[in-house]
Structure formats: C-alpha cells, structure tokens
C-alpha cells in the first residue's frame, strides 16, 4: 500500500507511506520488533494467555511469554525524509491466519521473523509470501542463549530463492529493526521494478 500526496498545481509528489507486514511464529518477537522501531506509541492487541491457550499454543523456548497478539500490532517509522513505512505485525497462531488476507492487502512487502531454536515456525509464512509473490526479507532474531548460526545456513535451512535476503538482528533494538525494514524496501522495490519491466516487454 503506497499512500502519496501530489500538489494538485505542480503535481509534485509528497511524503509516501508504504505498508510493511512483520510475521513469524508465535512467540518470534514481532511485537517487539514493531514497538522498538515504532516512533509513535505502537498499537497493540496482546491479550494473556490463558490455560487454554497453553493446551494448543507451542511455549517451547518462550516459556516466559504471559502475552499474546489476537489482532495485530501497528506502528509506523520514518525511514528519511518522504518516506514512512507503516508496520503492521501479524499474529502468529494458526487459529488467527484468517487475518492475513486482509492485512496483507497493498502491502509492498513483508518481514518474517525466525528463531533458529524454532525455525519452522517461520515455514508457514515464508510459504504464504512466496504463493502471493509478496516481496520478504528473513530476520533472524539472535535470542541470548541460542545457537548462531550465519545467513547462509538460515538461507539452505528453509530452502528460500537464492535472492531472498537473510538478516541477523535483534529485535529489541531500534537501530537494528530499522536496517531490517531499509533491506525490505529496498529489496521489495528491486522486484516490484523487475515484474514492472517484465509485464511490458
């Protein structure tokens, strides 16, 4: 989703927004990611976890985790001057999917988050992206105490397409959110002109 304002006289074009989606597996840190980097307060729907949500949600390696996102997360950051990427992060159980289709509509593209103690849970968005040929980067989110592990191996481990960028990144920092979200727009915009130029040859 672009969202664009041209001066009606000039017709210069003003500050773009673009939608951004961040997902992953349950318990990845996509909330995190979306509060770090969000200059605004960030938009939540976590609600507890209850005792039946512990009988089908997977808190292997998450164990600490007391909360859960039932809607979605929203922020928005300024990535320089023009340009806002809003970032809406999806849940990550399977009984809330039914929300993806409608919050991946115009998106320009997508962050999948992984953790490499529970990569899989990472396999059921890398394969939504891929059937609706959205653009995504996969950020490995470094948890203290994991195994590390380099771009390559994450890159062979979920059989992505050789272009696919791999980032290491820590999702509680800013700093490292944002060069996350520079990789996507740049690697989004990279395929949006490659099928752009296909369609009209």
Known sequence: MVFEHSDAEGGDTGP??????VAGGFGVGKTTL????????????EEQLSEVGLLVDDTDCVDRKVT??????FGRITIRSGLSLYLFG????????????ELAQGALGAVVLAD?????????????????????????NRFTGAR?????????ALDLDRGTPVVLCDARDRASGKEVLI??????????TARLLDSVR
């Open 183 to 192: 990789r996507l727009v740049e690697y989004a915009g990279r395929m949006h």
């Open 148 to 156: 590390r592990y380099d771009a390559e191996d994450v890159l062979r």
């Open 34 to 45: 979306v509060g770090a980097v969000s200059e605004i307060r960030p938009l939540r729907t």
């Open 90 to 101: 999806t849940p990550g159980q399977d009984r809330f999917w039914f929300l993806w289709d």
């Open 16 to 21: 773009l927004a673009l939608k951004i989606l």
């Open 68 to 73: 859960t996102t039932v809607a979605m997360d």
């Open 116 to 140: 490499t103690r529970r990569l899989a849970d990472c396999f059921p968005a890398v394969d939504y992206f891929e059937h609706r040929r959205i653009p995504f980067v996969v950020a490995v």
